[in-house]
């Protein structure tokens, strides 16, 4: 079946500027990642969704970031007011909720700030 | 705070050789461990998923074993080919499950004709 899809696969935008990056998981996943993988910082957790439950942001870097999932499936990460270092290849992840939790990437958004 | 550490950072080997790569990481108590690979612009391909309970796993020319203990995994590839050349990920997901992976620093492996 169909893999986890991002898109867009890149995105430039000029410093000051608010993006929205988008996230189809597997169908019938219910859970649902966001990463971040910057040079200087390797892969890091930034939100997590669980079927209806409140999602765990415990890994936004600022309140300029935020997530939501609508209907359970897509999820859109916008970013507000981007900054040169908000730069990096975004990653979503979806899992089932069976006994191994195995995350499936998706390719990834390119974000550029200018 | 959990940390994950990868060695070698980078490894240069020809075709056809076994190989190794380590992964460390400081706190045990997990819930499992996964391995990835990542090719130069590319999203992430999960290789293989090892339960903390469990010891290994393994899928065709790849092994993975798991010390939760000790904290450590290696990921074996026998028979190297020039399509192994990647950057490997080692990741691990806290106690109950679901969420949060933790990556380790990646191994970039080049295997040479």
């Known amino acids: 079946g169909a893999g986890v899809s991002q898109s867009p696969s890149n995105k430039v935008t000029e410093k000051g500027k608010d993006v929205e990056l988008r996230c189809d998981p597997i169908?019938?996943?219910?859970?649902l990642y966001w990463y971040r993988q910057s040079l200087g910082q390797g892969l890091e957790f930034l939100i997590y969704?669980?079927?209806?439950?409140?999602?765990?942001k415990s890994g936004l870097p600022s309140d300029r970031f935020s997530a939501e999932r609508t209907g359970g499936s897509v999820s859109t990460l916008t970013i507000q007011r981007t900054q040169q270092e908000d730069s990096a290849v975004y990653l979503c992840a979806s899992s089932s909720t069976g006994q191994s939790y195995e995350q499936y990437f998706g390719p990834g958004t390119r974000l550029t700030v200018t | 705070k959990q940390e994950v550490t990868q060695i070698p950072a980078a490894l240069s080997v020809p075709e056809g050789e076994n190989l190794v790569l380590n992964c460390s990481f400081t706190?045990?108590?997990?819930?499992?461990l996964q391995w990835f690979r990542q090719d130069p612009g590319k999203g992430l391909t999960s290789l293989l998923l090892i339960q903390s309970s469990q010891r290994e796993q393994t899928s065709g020319r790849l092994n993975a074993s798991l010390d939760k203990s000790s904290g450590r995994s290696t990921l074996y590839i026998a028979a190297s080919q020039p399509g192994d050349s990647a950057t490997y990920l080692c990741a691990v997901g806290p106690p109950g499950g679901g969420n949060k992976l933790t990556f380790g620093t990646g191994t970039q492996l080049k295997v040479e004709l």
């Open positions: 706190d045990s108590a997990i819930y499992n």
């Open positions: 169908s019938g996943h219910t859970a």
């Open positions: 969704f669980q079927g209806n439950s409140a999602p765990d």
